[in-house]
């Protein structure tokens, strides 16, 4: 069955600074979606990924696809306290990416002042 | 246009109760999928309902079932609960094609005492 790391497991980085998380799969990726929640809510989504290579933007948050190294980022620009929660990265067993997903454990990420 | 609403958003069950969780998808979608979170993990996949049948399934015991009516909403039925059944159960929707991502509702947090 694929596996999803991702790293760190949390972060802690100060408001206006960069940031990168990173999701590495197990086996081969046919899409990645990543996902951000709030503490004990329902998962917000971010961005899909489906071709490798492929590379989103959305607002300060870009998210990029190596399907050579089985691999995702997200990266943050210029953070700030509204991008404060659990990322969620999470992949489909195939390219149809309605299937079920599997997910990473999420990496915490807090914005300090 | 309304998003993914679940119902309840919190329940406490004593072991041995049975409990039903109830979905109703995003507007347009026909697809619905459950997750089950435990604190500090990924959602887990449970199984995904579309036309009225399921689809796909995780690595859930029977007793774990699950039922889409006519208006694509779902419930979620658990029997013979266990203390290990505490989580926040996700439900997801989405439109049957492979470029479409699911989208999330806020969960029912479901407490076995």
């Known amino acids: 069955s694929q596996e999803l790391e991702q790293s760190p497991q949390s972060l802690i980085v100060q408001e206006g600074k960069n940031l990168t998380i990173n999701c590495t799969s197990s086996?081969?990726?046919?899409?990645l979606y990543w996902y951000k929640q709030k503490y004990g809510e329902g998962l917000i989504f971010l961005m899909m990924l489906q071709k490798g290579g492929e590379e989103k933007s959305h607002e300060k948050i870009t998210a990029k696809l190596d399907e050579k190294k089985q691999q995702s980022s997200l990266h943050i620009t210029a953070s700030q306290p509204s991008h404060a929660g659990i990322y969620l990265c999470?992949?489909?067993?195939?390219?149809?990416?309605?299937?079920?997903?599997?997910f990473g454990t999420g990496t915490r990420l807090t914005i300090i002042p | 246009d309304a998003g993914v609403t679940q119902s309840p958003t919190h329940l406490i069950k004593t072991r041995g109760q049975q409990v039903t969780l109830r979905c109703s998808p995003k507007s347009g979608h026909d697809t619905v999928s459950w997750y089950q979170q435990a604190l500090g993990q990924g959602p887990q996949f449970i199984f995904q309902?579309?036309?009225?049948?399921?689809?796909q399934r995780g690595n859930f015991p029977d007793r774990f079932s699950g039922h889409q009516f006519p208006n694509y909403s779902s419930e979620l039925n658990v029997n013979a609960l266990l203390l290990g059944d505490s989580a926040l159960y996700l439900c997801?929707?989405?439109?049957?094609?492979?470029?479409?991502?699911?989208?999330f509702g806020d969960g029912t947090r479901l407490s076995i005492l």
């Open positions: 309902y579309y036309e009225e049948e399921e689809r």
């Open positions: 999470g992949a489909p067993p195939t390219f149809w990416g309605n299937e079920k997903l599997t």
């Open positions: 086996k081969t990726l046919y899409g």
């Open positions: 997801a929707s989405s439109l049957n094609r492979e470029d479409q991502p699911q989208h």
